[in-house]
């Protein structure tokens, strides 16, 4: 079975032989080793490049731990590639695992990380560069510091809904009802049967992303790291913060844990790509709040797996998938807020705040959406609607349903679109 990646693969083709190294990053087991060493090395294979031409390197292997040294990587691949007239290609393998090394002609200067080796690697004319990696901190915020514009990011996802459904396929409704369960972590699609599926994702957490971040980051607490995970996956696209999760480990007996300490591992679940932030921002006043903010999985197989699958509430199940696709399309997402006049118990006129679930952002251009799994009543389609209104502008506006199937557009121009249709519409925004 081949998953077609094919926006990853036109970003990958773009940026060939573009003079800066290539970073494929996102969390482990989303695809990126498959995207780079099959299907885009299938691509250049079936565009005259010779096999030979590709060097690839695992640093996670046995058969190549040596190159985690980053001068025998960058002596190693001098030697295929240096004073030949033929262009070559170096895939490297979970570049986050390279070691440091002394600097043999200073032995108290800086030390020779996997950032010397791979400008040094860039600067052949003849050579392509290609590495993945699963660390956000040390593949993405540190790569501009590092490279200075020497470098072209290329972020991996689990499977959107339309990746997912183009290997499934059949009715659209009961593939998405799967893709709620079980998320779009590639191997999913391999697993014989339910209780295989389940298992793989558990043991992500087990085997890999929490020792991973252990070992990674020296977690003196894992107990206090995996509540923290246990509570950002029960409470996905609820506002929250660092202080509000320390006084629900403090309720639960969990004592000595500040509010810095439980940032700094919140950081640590963003680095390995586990949950991204969404900032709530003032619409009308143009500026973001400092807390609270709302965190989203990954992945929503993963997630439900985590929780031990029980935690079904579709609602929140729906906006995480929503707020994924949008950052898949490469938006820039953010929690809207707006200001409605309303009179309190006293009489008083107050300013009560509004959510728009998502402000959404590419260049110039501004969409504001609104997840409903049903909208039954005149109340709820009023408490739905009503914060479109108090915007005060218009930019496009859409309500994304899982209640009704074609699309329309009502009296107000805002736009009805069933879940499976927005989720297959790349098009739309």
């Not at 970073?23 to 030979?52: A, F, P, Q, W």
């Not at 309303?342 to 959404?360: A, K």
Request: net charge neutral.
């Amino acid at each position: 079975m081949e998953i077609k990646r094919d926006s990853y693969l036109q970003q990958l083709i773009s940026y060939r032989f573009d003079g800066l190294v290539k970073i494929i990053t996102g969390i482990r087991r989303c695809g990126k080793s498959y995207l780079l060493k099959n299907i885009y090395r299938d691509y250049l294979l079936h565009n005259g490049v010779k096999g030979e031409q590709i060097i690839t390197i695992g640093l996670d292997l046995a058969k190549d731990i040596k190159f985690r040294n980053p001068l025998l990587l960058s002596s190693y691949v001098r030697e295929k590639v240096e004073g030949s007239k033929e262009e070559f290609y170096i895939f490297v393998d979970e570049i986050q695992m390279s070691d440091e090394v002394a600097n043999p002609y200073n032995e108290y200067g800086k030390k020779i990380t996997f950032y010397d080796a791979l400008n040094d690697l860039r600067s052949l004319s003849n050579l392509d560069v290609y590495v993945t990696g699963s660390n956000s901190k040390m593949l993405s915020s540190d790569i501009l510091t590092e490279f200075r514009g020497r470098s072209d990011e290329i972020r991996v996802h689990p499977l959107s809904f339309a990746e997912y459904y183009s290997i499934v396929g059949g009715d659209k409704n009961e593939a998405f009802d799967d893709y709620a369960f079980y998320g779009g972590m590639p191997l999913v699609l391999s697993r014989p049967n339910d209780a295989a599926k389940m298992n793989y994702l558990k043991s992500l957490f087990t085997e890999v992303y929490i020792k991973d971040i252990v070992e990674r980051k020296k977690i003196e607490r894992q107990d206090v790291l995996e509540q923290i995970l246990d509570l950002l996956c029960s409470s996905i696209g609820s506002l929250t913060n660092p202080t509000k999760i320390a006084d629900t480990l403090k309720s639960k007996h969990t004592a000595g844990v500040s509010a810095n300490t439980i940032r700094a591992y919140i950081g640590h679940l963003e680095d390995a790509f586990l949950f991204s932030e969404s900032k709530r921002y003032d619409v009308k006043g143009k500026s973001y709040f400092d807390s609270p903010n709302k965190y989203y999985s990954e992945d929503i197989g993963l997630r439900n797996a985590r929780i031990g699958f029980r935690q079904q509430e579709m609602t929140h199940i729906m906006e995480n998938i929503i707020y994924n696709e949008l950052i898949n399309r490469q938006f820039s997402v953010d929690v809207g807020v707006v200001y409605a006049r309303t009179v309190n118990q006293n009489g008083n006129s107050v300013r009560t705040p509004r959510e728009i679930d998502f402000v959404v952002t590419s260049g110039g251009k501004k969409t504001y959406i609104q997840s409903a799994y049903a909208m039954p009543t005149e109340e709820k389609m009023e408490a739905e609607l009503h914060p479109f209104a108090l915007t005060g502008d218009s930019f496009p506006k859409i309500v994304v349903r899982k209640d009704i199937g074609k699309r329309w557009y009502d009296e107000n121009g805002i736009l009805n679109i069933g879940l499976t249709d927005f989720l297959l519409d790349k098009e739309l925004i």
